[in-house]
């Protein structure tokens, strides 16, 4: 009898660790709509969301939803808070020196300047969010990098003169500059940056990576993934 207590209690706890094995922590920003984005209700909504439970549900995954700032996002991830990231974070060479990356989910896209006139000075001050491809890319470029945490303070300080500029994912910056009644116009060209934009990782978890590759690929396979980036950026953005 205790011999058959024991297989049990074992058997009860194999069970509660893989159950736990598949519960996996997704980590977003929450503040970068229509990518990621706090809805009404307190809870993360936007594209990734949307996308990230089908990759969950077709990886047969329980996902729970955490939030946080960009500027912590990676040192978060790796200090075991949570298990993926899905944040629109492009794939860059120098994210993957300390990250993982699925595929992408999403095609590079382009990368935007907007601001008060036209004829605003693109070598003059330039805002960015912390720790983005576009605080990298002006960086280079001669102009001075003002850095924000969020988005939305990139556009602000253009609006209140501090900035001559703000540079931005283009898909974030549409509705802006669209809903601006034209204070907000583009200038200069459009700037291609990243890899695309993909699930971050762990190193270590190779495993948990492929599940969600395979996942992605199943999406991209039936087209369910053109359909969802449709729905959320319009008919206009670039699908795979």
Aim: proline fraction near 3%; hydrophobic fraction near 40%; charge should be negative.
């Amino acid at each position: 009898m205790k011999k058959l207590a024991l297989t049990l209690g074992v058997l009860a706890l194999s069970a509660t660790t893989a159950f736990a094995q598949q519960t996996v922590r997704m980590g977003t920003e929450g503040a970068y709509p229509p990518y990621n984005m706090i809805n009404d209700k307190g809870e993360v909504d936007g594209f990734e969301r949307e996308l990230g439970d089908e990759l969950c549900k077709r990886a047969e995954l329980t996902c729970t939803w955490v939030s946080t700032d960009w500027d912590s996002i990676i040192p978060n991830l790796t200090a075991g808070n949570y298990d993926t990231i899905l944040a629109g974070m492009s794939i860059t060479e120098e994210r993957k020196a300390v990250l993982n990356f699925s595929q992408a989910y999403f095609p590079p896209s382009a990368s935007a300047f907007a601001a008060l006139s036209a004829d605003a000075d693109l070598k003059g001050v330039i805002a960015a969010q912390t720790g983005t491809i576009q605080a990298s890319h002006v960086a280079t470029t001669g102009a001075t990098l003002l850095e924000f945490a969020t988005p939305d303070e990139t556009v602000a300080a253009v609006r209140n003169g501090e900035a001559d500029a703000a540079l931005a994912d283009k898909d974030f910056l549409v509705p802006i500059v669209n809903e601006s009644n034209g204070e907000l116009v583009w200038v200069g060209e459009d700037i291609p940056l990243g890899e695309g934009i993909g699930i971050g990782f762990r190193k270590s978890d190779d495993e948990l990576k492929g599940k969600f590759d395979k996942a992605i690929d199943s999406m991209k396979a039936d087209g369910s993934l053109n359909v969802l980036i449709k729905k959320w950026f319009g008919d206009e953005a670039n699908t795979f």
